[in-house]
């Protein structure tokens, strides 16, 4: 296992600790966190994969949720996801369920306000599959199909206030909505998001609760960089945190952290 690196997101306010190799979080989780913030305060998100913890600290940075509960399965990020939680000072306000999402939070069922999810993008038959294991999880379906995870945000969704918040392969955009039909929940905000003009969409952020169909509203494209390879002044709002007063208002921890 190669040792731990610490890096920072949101300009310096938010201490990341994550693997120097294996599974390393992505321009995904920060563009979940953001798409996310479009939701009222929460007293209960929990992250579903939570890897090291990072979507979570959003939530929590954003006070989007006052308690994260992060469900992850492999334990060197879920230790590192901990750790991150304090070095932040949310360790009253996160946990971590060492758990398949399969199986995972039996206490919590129907209770969050809020669910997110940065679930595997591939099947395991397609692509070439990682060497290292952290990867190999994390990027493949070795453990759960996307029905799976999906099903696992039902479960613990509330029924009427709940929402889900999740990133995913535009490519695979037909699974996740007909996922979503399957498992009587409803998409309620669709956006592509673009890493240039005039490319095929990558990624897709999706937000969905229970019920019917009929009340998505798919909105104006994400694009990462123009047409020169500079990047555009919403990715920089993004990955400054300029899109929350809350995260604006922390400090710099480059300058406390160890």
Known sequence: MSTPHVDTIFDGRVIVEQ??????????SLLLIAFAYTQKETNLAIDLGAGCGVVGLGLLATRRALRVVGVEI??????????NAHRNGFEKAYEIERSDVRKASLP?????????????????????MPPDEERRIARHE??????????????????TRGRLFI???ARRVDELLVCMHKQGMSGTRLRFVFSMPRKPAEQVLLEARHGKTGRL???????????????????????????????RALPDTRRVSD
């Open 19 to 28: 693997p120097e190799v294996g599974y390393r979080f992505s321009i995904d």
């Open 74 to 83: 492999q334990e060197r990020l879920a230790d590192m996801a901990l750790a």
């Open 108 to 128: 919590h069922l129907g209770k969050a306000d809020l669910v997110v999810c940065n679930p595997p993008f591939w099947p395991v038959w397609e692509g070439r």
């Open 142 to 159: 070795v453990i759960g199909s996307l029905e799976d995870w999906i099903h696992a945000a039902r479960r613990v969704l509330h029924p």
């Open 167 to 169: 990133v995913y392969p």
């Open 217 to 247: 509203n798919v909105e104006p494209p994400l694009l990462l960089k123009d047409d020169g390879g500079t990047d555009t002044k919403e990715l920089l709002e993004i990955v400054s945190g300029g899109f929350s007063w809350e995260i």
